[in-house]
Every structure is written in C-alpha cells, then in structure tokens.
C-alpha cells in the first residue's frame, strides 16, 4: 500500500513534529494538528479549518474538489459543542442473571452520586452513559441503575412489530421497558446473521416511530475492505443505505458508531489518528445528507477496542465523540474508567511535567496490608498498622522498629492526646481501643482498652480510613467487606462518622458509599477530603466543626486518570495545602493541588500499592508511605526537596472516663 507521510503536531509538545501513515485513498487530507481540546492551539491555512470542541483548528483541506461544508471556521462555538456517549455492548455476556446483577450493582455505585461534578471540574460535559445488556436483563438493568444517571439499551430488535414472528423483539416492547437506545448494524450482525443495510434501516425506521427512542448505527470495514483501501466508500454506503429516508429533524437521534472490523480481535490497532480519519469520512457523507449544520451535530463513535489506556488519547481527537465498549465494559471497574476519559485531560498529571522522585524502603515489614501512618512529633516516633495481621507497628527511625498484637482487625490508627508517650486511639473490628504502644515487654499482658462500640454492628462493613481533625475529633470511615463480591456487593452501605471527646458517635455525611479513604484535614480544618475508592474520585467537603454538623459543599477535587490503575488509598495534607494520595495499584503517591486538580509532583515505588502517606521526621520533610502485598507491605520513605514540609498530626482528645 502507497502511503503518505503526514505531520502532525503533537498537542503535547506544540513545538515537536510526529508523523503518521495516510493511505492513499485518504491522501487529500492533510493533518495540520490533531489538538487536546482541552488546551487547543491554532493552527490555520490554506483551506478550510477543521475545529476541534475548543473552537480552534485542527484538520485543514487541501482538494479543491471536496466539499469543505463539514470543515469548521473559528467560528465554532461551544454553542455546538457535542456530548460525549460512551456505551458498553455486553453482547452474550454474563451467563447468569446474578453475575449481571453484580456488575450493575457494581456500575451503580460507581455513578450513584459521582456524575455532577466529573466534567464541570473539568470544564467539559459528562458523557452520556449507555449500556446494552442481552434482553433477558434489560428490565432488571433499569431498575438496578435508576438513579445512577447511566442508560439502557437493547442490542437490536426485531423486523416486526407484532404477531406471528416467534422470538423477535420489537421496538415498542423495548421502549416500554424504558430502554433509552437500540443498538443496529453492528458488525456481528451484519456477518453473523446476515443482516443487510435494507434490513438495517427498516430497523432505524421503527425505532424511530417510537417516542424518545434513540439508534446508535454501527457502520466499518472489515480487514478484506480494509486492505484494500474501501474504508470511505463502504462507511459512505453504510450509512446513506442505513439513514435512507431518515428525516433531517430524526438525526439528532442518531448516533454513529465506527467499528473498523478489522481491529478487532485481529491484533491489529487502529490509532487514533486512523480513528479521525474514518471519522471525517462519517461527517463527510452526513454533510451531503443533510447539510453541515446536522453533520456538524451528529456525535461519532469509535469501537475499536478501547480500553481504559486508549481512551484518553482518543478523545483528544476532534471527531471522536466517544467510545462503543466492547470487553472492557463487563468489568465496573474498566468501563468507569473509559467513561471518566470521556471527559479527563490526558495532561491530568499538570499543566507542565511535574517534578519525580522514588521512595526507598526503609522498613522490611511484609505487612499484608499496611495502612493508617501518623507521625507523632511528642514521641518522635511513626505508628501504623497491618490491619488483617492485627499489629501495631512503631518506629523512632533510631532503633529497630516494634510491634504489638492486639487480637482484631484493625482499620486505622490515631494519636491520642496523654501525659505518656505511645499512647494511640485504634478502630477495631468491633470497638475503638486505646493503646500505651510502648518498649516495654512487661505492659503487654495489659493489652488494649475498649473505648466504645462502632457504628453499624453488622458483619457487612468495618471501620477503614481516619484521622483527627484540627479539634481533637476522631474522623473515620467503614468499608464495605464484599463490595467486589458477594451479598452486599456494589451497594452503598458504608457510613462516615466522627467520635468526640465524650466518646459520642456523630454520622458527617447524609449518603453511603463503600470504601472510604483519603480523609484528611489542611491546616485551617475547614475543609475535609474524602474519596470511596471505586469511584476514583476525591472530594473536598466544608468541615463542620460545631457539634451535629454535617460534611456541606461537595466539590470534585481529582478523578483518577482514565489510563492509570487501581485507585485512592489514603491521603494527607501538607503545610502549603497540598493533598498527597497515595494510588493503590498505579504504584505511587501524587501531590495534587486542590484548587485546579493539577498534579506537580509523582513519588514513584518499585511495588504496586501503596496504601497510605504521612509526614515525619525532625522536621516533618520525610514522606512516609505504608504499602500492602502481594509485592509490597513494607514501609518506604522519600525526603522531601523544594522546601515541602508536613504538618503536625493531632491527637485524639478524650475527656469521659472509661471504667
């Protein structure tokens, strides 16, 4: 195959020049920049102007012969901006009905609560979320993720709209089901059952018939097609064959759906460059359609094998309105994140490259899961946890480190305010404990001292994350135990809650979540973080320091990106007001500024999940992180340069005396 080298400038690096292969067939197009729409330059010249969602060039045309109608001017505003939609096609998948009830359960809790504040934070629109369950799950799926903001489609229907047809589905049963979408022409039908572009869009017609039924049309060439260089002239067939008859004021309910057959499941990639390209001949064919005021609003799919590492770099591309999700969408885990890169930066790690280090262990521990540190600058001393273990650790960075077992699992540990060194607060499995952690072999028999019960005395949550506020109050947070699997999975029954000096229990927020972690306090004690791990997003909340106050003003701080594993652990403030989270499974600790969501600074560790950080030492300039096996579970250490210090934990104020 001929080919042509096109430059591209890289929207990382405006001042460095990329290439890639055009084929030949595709050679009248010239890339000029293919531009993050999120931090667009401007690129213009001979021809029209290609605009990206910023408003700002990025694809220009160079044959007279075309029709520049779907070429945008600078013009472009974000009055015609298009809403990403990201679908996940679960084809004949899961096997059983419980196995689908777990992953929407899972997708609920994911959504239920996190979807407002994901693309304001970022300046952008939430995507439109869709799923397409086989339809022996759609009426369990609607009712599982009501509320939760995420749709329900049907992979396809019938020819009919009732009688003798035994096994068909028609369009009016879906819609009264209240599925929001159809999926039609998608690639396995089409080479599968035989489906033809008449038999497709007879389809399209009775699904529009049908009130506020919407089509998500499936059009790409498989790899023979593709070899042979027919990408344009069979997406233009697809789709004038499809829409055939379709009214202009009936394709705001259409959604097109690029499938190149050839990448999937042939290991061959299709980048995302190639993605554009095939994009522009989609709006090209609805630009002769229906004119390049339609074109220009139709949203474009691309369903190549995306996954939560491609999507990112694909949505920077100016025609890709977002992704068909194939595999990757029967994991909760995969698609949330695929939908979060519906919308994130891929510059999410900061406007510039920040600054890196590496942590260093310091203590072989091989805690199983080392959690919960504090540094306590009275005993110049580090205390945490191995929570499944049921130990106390400490260390004064002098002398060998100690531990102590208490005889429950633990969730977290505190400074508790005493006349005598060593003296911590802990959240046990069924009560908060104080503890005199000390050297001295002869006070173990005293063992741990029951302050008062937990909250939620059921077997399905424990105590997990928490600190001490600025006022000597004891926040924390439970866990769910099966929220990856098992009775309770994916539902939100996890409180948070703080413990005052009377050893009185205040419930803080007025919804449950799962896991909670990142709680954390700056300076001031105003503001509070929090983020339920599965969400990978991370909230700032104003603080109520008066009695039976509640969390208010709920803000996203940060999402996780779309390309990187795992999620939020636990996390800390530093004395400039920097939080500091620690990504258990992505193998390092962040410093995000909560004012922008910028990320100035990456610790790096040789292992895969660290769960907690803290500052210590003399001077509060050492980082301390705890980590948890298979690899890791032991503690590591970073000093920290650029004049970033810590700040002093408090301690745990206990006035009522327990007998």
Known sequence: MRTITTVVAAAFFPSVAVSFQVPRHLSTWRTASFINRSAPIQTCGLGGCFANRSGKSSLQQTSPNEDNAVWYDDSFTSTTRRSPVIAGNWKLNPATLPEAVNLLKLLSSNFLNHRSETASNQGEEAPEVVIFPPSPYLSVAISELEGSGIKVGAQNIGLETKGAFTGEVAASMVRSLGCDYVMLGHSERRSLYEETDKDINTKVHLCLQEPNLSVILCVGETEEEY????????????????LMGVEGYDVDRIVIAYEPVWAIGTGKVATPEQAQIAHV??????????????????????????????????????????????????????????????????????????????????????????????????????????????????????????????????????????????????????????????????????????????????????????????????????????????????????????????????????????VSNCICFPQEGDVMYFCDTPTRKVYAFDYPKEAGGKLSNRRLVWTVPANLPGGPDGAQVDADGYLWIALSGAGRVLRVDPSSGAVDLVVHLPVDCPTSCTFGGEDLDELFITTRGPDGGGLYRVKMPFGIKGLAEPEFKVTRTVE
């Not at 067939?237 to 499809?242: D, F, L, R």
């Not at 208490?406 to 969730?411: E, K, R, S, V």
Request: glycine share 10%.
């Open 281 to 514: 001949a989609v709006r090209q064919t609805l630009a002769q359609l229906y004119g390049p005021d339609i074109a220009r609003k139709v949203r474009i799919q691309y369903g190549g094998s995306v996954t939560p590492q491609s999507i990112d770099d694909l949505m920077t591309m100016p025609d890709v309105d977002g992704a068909l999700v194939g595999g990757a969408s029967l994991t909760a885990d995969s698609f949330t994140r695929i939908t979060d890169g519906g919308v994130s930066n891929p510059l999410a790690l900061g406007a510039k490259r920040p600054k890196e280090l590496t942590a260093r262990e310091c203590v072989t521990t091989k805690n199983v899961l080392g959690e919960s540190p504090v540094w306590s600058v009275k005993d110049q001393c580090l205390y945490w946890i191995s929570a499944p273990e049921e130990e106390v650790w400490a260390w004064n960075l002098k002398d060998a480190p100690y531990r102590r077992l208490i005889g429950t699992m633990l969730g977290c540990v505190a400074l508790k305010e005493s006349d005598e060194k060593g003296s911590l607060v802990l959240a046990g499995e069924r009560a908060f404990l104080g503890l005199n952690m000390s050297r001295n072999t002869d006070d173990f028999a005293s063992g741990a001292q029951t302050l008062c019960e937990r909250p939620e005395q059921v077997e399905a949550t424990r105590p997990n994350d928490g600190r001490v506020d600025r006022q000597g109050r004891f926040v924390f947070g439970m866990y769910n135990n099966y929220h990856r699997a098992g009775a309770s999975a994916g539902e939100n029954n996890a409180g948070l809650y703080r413990l005052n000096e009377k050893l009185e229990i205040e419930s803080l927020l007025d919804y449950k979540y799962r």
């Open 227 to 242: 070899e042979n260089e027919l990408l344009r002239s069979v997406v233009d067939v697809q789709i004038k064959k499809g």
